[in-house]
């Protein structure tokens, strides 16, 4: 299991390449690369965070998601700091010797990201202006199908 935060450019095609390479023996690879999204004025994002807090939950979390779905190798990336609309904010990779564990696990481990990492997100627009964001409970509707007994099958 690899966590990094980085406020430097996320290269998901890098990270897929090095991490596939490294998972010779895996019979499946799932990735998630998630982007900054644009429109309705949005320039960009910013992420806030708070140093080893920040850091630690997210390899909670990937520690958490890896014994659960018993993979063979996790990867997170994840950016912080000024993020502009088109570029990789996170990525994901998870290696299984089966698919279903490999994509439960990208999946998890996403939707407990956008709930549960430590971070403080605002939305930049063109003018200048800043709105903080909030996870939506969608977000959390997501996040709790993983705390259910039945492994978040639906």
């Keep these: 299991m690899e966590t990094r935060l980085t ?9 897929l390449d090095r991490f596939t390479k490294a998972v010779p023996g895996a019979g499946a690879v ?7 999204r644009g429109g ?3 320039t960009a994002l910013e992420l806030d965070h708070y ?32 993020i502009p609309a088109g570029e990789t904010v996170v990525f994901v990779a998870a290696a299984a010797e089966h698919r279903r564990a490999a994509f439960q ?27 903080r964001i909030e996870p939506h409970d969608k977000d959390h509707e997501d996040q709790r199908r993983w705390m259910e007994d039945d492994g978040g099958h639906r």
């Design 7 to 15: 406020t430097e450019t996320i290269d998901a095609a890098a990270e």
């Design 30 to 36: 799932v990735s998630f690369t998630g982007i900054v």
């Design 40 to 42: 309705n004025g949005v």
């Design 51 to 82: 140093p080893g807090m920040t850091e630690a939950s997210i390899e909670s979390l990937a520690r958490e998601t890896g014994s659960r779905f018993g993979i063979s190798s996790l990867l997170a990336v994840h950016r912080a700091g000024h």
């Design 105 to 131: 696990a990208a999946d998890c481990l996403m939707d407990r990201l956008k709930t549960d990492a430590v971070f403080w997100k605002r939305e930049i627009t063109a003018g200048g202006g800043a709105r």
